[in-house]
C-alpha cells in the first residue's frame, strides 16, 4: 500500500511475500466462475492501484465472463496520475469504493497519517470524468469524524450522479490497531447508532424508514 494509515485493519505493508501473480488471479477468477458466475467482483489490497497490471485484471476478469467491477481504492493514484481513470474505464471498471473520511482535513489526519482531502476530490473528479461512479466510504471513530456524517451526505447529493451513494463504516480494532491498545474503552459507534446520527444530522432529509436489509450477499461472500 502507499499509505501506512495508523487504523488499517490489513495492517498493510507488513505482510510476507509478494502480490499474486497473474496466474493465481486467473485461477481465483475461474473458482469464483464456478461458484458464482453472475457475481460483481470486488477488487481489494492493500491498494491495487500500485499494480501497474491492474487493467490487465480487470481484462482477465471479463474473459471469465464478469461484467460488474469495484475497486477499493485509497484514490491517491485517480487523483495524481492524468488519464489513469479513463485507462481503468476503458479496461472494464464499472465502479469505485473510495476512502473518504471526511469532509475537512482533521479526519485524514488522524486516521491516515496525511492531509489527502485535495486528493480525494480529485480523485471523485476523475471519476467522473471517466464516466466511473463512486461510492463514498468513511470509516467512522466517534471524536474524530461521526460529527460529519450528515456533511458526507450532504457531500454525496451535492456530486450526484457521479457519486452513486456511501458506505458508513464503524472502525473494527483490529489489524494495526487490534494489539490490545484500545481494549474495551476504545470508542466505538454501533450500526443503530449511526442510522440514527445520518437522521438526525440530516434533519430527517434521510428518514429512517428508507434503510433496509440488504438482499444481494452471495453464501459464500
Do not use: M
Not at 497473474?22 to 481489494?44: K, R, T
Not at 476512502?99 to 476530490?121: I, N, S, T, W
Amino acid at each position: 500500500c502507499d499509505l501506512g494509515c495508523p487504523v488499517c485493519f490489513a495492517e498493510s505493508g507488513t505482510a510476507d511475500g509478494g502480490d499474486p501473480a497473474l496466474e493465481e488471479i486467473d485461477g481465483w477468477f475461474a473458482h469464483l466462475g464456478a461458484e458464482a458466475p453472475s457475481c460483481n467482483v470486488q477488487l481489494s489490497g492493500g491498494e491495487p492501484t500500485i499494480r501497474d497490471d491492474l487493467p490487465e485484471i480487470l481484462a482477465l476478469g471479463r474473459r471469465h465472463g464478469f461484467s460488474f467491477f469495484q475497486l477499493n481504492t485509497n484514490g491517491l493514484r485517480l487523483a495524481r496520475e492524468p488519464g489513469y481513470a479513463d485507462a481503468l474505464a476503458a479496461a472494464g471498471l464499472s465502479t469505485v469504493f473510495l476512502q473518504f473520511d471526511g469532509v475537512d482535513e482533521e479526519p485524514y489526519r488522524v486516521l491516515r497519517g496525511a492531509e489527502l482531502l485535495a486528493d480525494k476530490l480529485a480523485a471523485v473528479d476523475a471519476c467522473a470524468a471517466a464516466g466511473l461512479g463512486v461510492v463514498l466510504v468513511p470509516t467512522l471513530v466517534p471524536g474524530v469524524n461521526t460529527d460529519q456524517i450528515g456533511a458526507i451526505v450532504d457531500f454525496v447529493l451535492a456530486r450526484l450522479p457521479a457519486v452513486r451513494g456511501v458506505h458508513l463504516q464503524p472502525i473494527a480494532y483490529f489489524g494495526r490497531w487490534g494489539d490490545g491498545r484500545q481494549g474495551a474503552s476504545a470508542p466505538r459507534i454501533t450500526l443503530p447508532e449511526v442510522l440514527r446520527a445520518v437522521v438526525e444530522q440530516t434533519g430527517g432529509r434521510v428518514p429512517l424508514r428508507g434503510f433496509r436489509p440488504a438482499a444481494c450477499e452471495h453464501p459464500v461472500c
